[in-house]
């Protein structure tokens, strides 16, 4: 009786660990494949309660073979975990149904988890009293999804990945139906046998398979979702990593988005580098935000007075794949395994705030701000920290989305750069495998007009460029009749008033 007890608490303490880690899960596919991190995690969340909760109420229909039922359902819930990450892969390959697949799966999985619940304890009813028992099986639920919580942030998504992760937990619900069948199964009439029975072999063979073809299938799935031949991919613990091939050249993309394409890269990484070097009095000291593919210290790298580069990406995947992996380290020519590149695998910020040293130029190519975590690093409070860290002659300059595709976030960005104390000149350049991109270049010690000025008659004699040139900085500060820049938008982006990663998410990206 203390062991059957220990097991059904056992079963609930799993149940917590697998519902929260599922939900986490979920919601991570959730913000890859629709965006909108913030709006994702929020209503996967919500859903999957809101399910647990439908769940505990229909469990009182339930009335007959208690225990029997409880094995199925942990059947069940097993196969739908572990198939997670797999259906939503295959499902965004092939199909425009994604979101209506990943909430659909938090629903069912939220409903049979609420489900369980219910049902162990009334199973444990007639093993202890109800205070005792009530008591006992929450403390366990509400312990899984602390312990779920730690799994999930500290090595189920750095080392399983969102692959595996639901896979393990699968079989941590699968292991838990077959002890308590081993159990019961003397009890057991043959009405409720067989069903058990062909429901478990059914679970066991689909969790095989899912360990055995996962990485064929996820292939398969991938190769449907982009253009070109996938010759990389690595889920890291901050994003999916993936690179195509197609002839000579390469793509790089992040969470399904391009980075870079070995045809046109030098279009996006000699503007953000010579033209900001070209500006600033000195080139002894650069700092990089993001940048972790290489290219921008590759272009650093052509200054022979630069002393040093501090890079700072926040994930070790990213810049170890810019140092090691063969088609990066071909494009950045070796760049970040130059003696003079300092990488550190930190936050942004929170390098920003903490830093003494004074740089003279500052070179912030990060990730679109397409989520509030990644707004913060274009908040004015982020580009005071960048003010107090540039000398009084340095050049700052940001990556600052597509000024055709969604003008208002661009503006956005340059609005909260001069909010910092930067005068600020907008640039563009048609990049051909990313279409017309932006960038905000600010100072301290000269004006609007210095700046655009001294670009005007702009040179790079003395530096190899493959594109850049006089001419094409000329083109590049001006916009015409500013028809995509709107004058309307005046708002700045701030910690407490996050503006801009709507104006980016608000903008004409189905033109791009």
């Known amino acids: 009786m203390k062991f059957r007890s220990n097991i059904l608490k056992a079963a609930v303490f799993l149940s917590g660990f697998s519902g929260i880690v599922a939900e986490y899960v979920l919601s991570t596919l959730a913000s890859y494949f629709l965006g909108n991190s913030l709006v994702q995690w929020a209503m996967i969340i919500s859903v999957m309660l809101f399910s647990m909760g439908l769940g505990a109420r229909f469990s009182k229909y339930i009335n007959n073979n208690l225990l029997s039922s409880f094995i199925l ?12 990450s797999l259906i939503s892969y295959t499902t965004a390959a092939f199909t425009d149904s994604t979101v209506f697949i990943i909430y659909s799966l938090s629903i ?27 008591s006992a099986v929450l403390e366990k639920d509400y312990y899984g ?5 730690l799994f999930f942030s500290f090595f189920g998504l750095p080392y399983l990945g969102l692959t595996y992760t639901p896979m393990v937990l699968g079989s941590l619900n699968l292991i838990v139906a077959i002890l308590l069948l081993i159990i019961v199964i003397k009890s057991l009439d043959k009405k409720s046998f067989k069903p058990i029975l062909i429901l478990g072999f059914i679970t066991v063979t689909i969790l095989v398979s899912n360990f055995i ?11 449907r979702t982009y253009q070109d031949k996938v010759i990389y991919s690595e889920q890291s613990k901050y994003q999916k990593i993936v690179i195509t091939q197609w002839k000579e050249d390469y793509w790089l993309f992040i969470n399904g988005s391009q980075q870079l394409s070995s045809y046109d890269e030098v279009l996006y990484h000699e503007p953000i580098v010579h033209i900001p070097a070209y500006l600033s009095a000195y080139q002894k000291k650069a700092l990089v935000f993001g940048g972790g593919d290489g290219c921008v210290a590759r272009e650093l790298l052509k200054y022979p007075q630069l002393e040093y580069i501090k890079l700072v990406d926040l994930d070790p995947a990213m810049t170890n794949l810019g140092r090691n992996h063969s088609v990066i380290n071909s494009i ?10 300092k990488i550190f695998n930190q936050d942004a910020f929170t390098f920003a705030k903490a830093e003494k040293q ?12 397409k989520t509030p975590d990644l707004s913060r690093l274009y908040s004015r409070e982020f580009y005071w920290l960048c003010n107090k860290i540039l000398s009084n002659d340095g050049i700052i300059i940001t990556q600052a989305g597509s000024p055709y595709y ?13 909010s910092a104390g930067f005068a600020t000149v907008p640039m563009h350049n048609q990049i051909m495998t990313l279409g017309e991109w932006g960038w905000i270049l600010g100072s301290k010690s000269l004006s609007k007009l210095q700046l655009r000025t001294r670009l005007e008659s702009a040179k790079f004699d003395n530096i190899e460029t493959q594109f850049l040139n006089n001419s094409a900085v000329n083109m590049m500060i001006n916009f015409g009749n500013n028809i995509f820049i709107k004058d309307s938008i005046q708002s700045v982006n701030t910690l407490n008033e996050p503006f801009l990663y709507q104006y980016y998410l608000s903008g004409d990206w189905k033109l791009y």
Do not use: H, M, W
């Not at 359902?73 to 997670?84: G, H, K, R, T």
């Not at 049979?112 to 444990?124: A, C, Q």
């Not at 004074?358 to 701000?369: K, N, Q, R, S, T």
């Open 73 to 84: 359902i942990e059947f069940i819930l097993s196969i739908f975990v572990a198939s997670s």
């Open 145 to 149: 999804s602390l312990a779920g919580g």
């Open 332 to 341: 950045n020519n070796d760049a970040l395994n130059s003696d003079k590149v």
């Open 406 to 418: 969604a003008p208002e976030a661009f503006n956005c960005i340059d609005n909260t750069l001069q």
């Open 108 to 134: 069912i999985i939220g409903f049979l988890i609420g489900l369980e619940i219910p049902l162990v304890i009334r199973l444990n009813d007639e093993l202890e009293e109800l205070k005792i028992n009530i």
């Open 213 to 223: 073809f996962a990485d064929k299938i996820l292939l398969f799935a991938e190769q």
């Open 358 to 369: 004074l740089y003279d130029l500052i070179i912030i190519d990060l990730p679109d701000p």
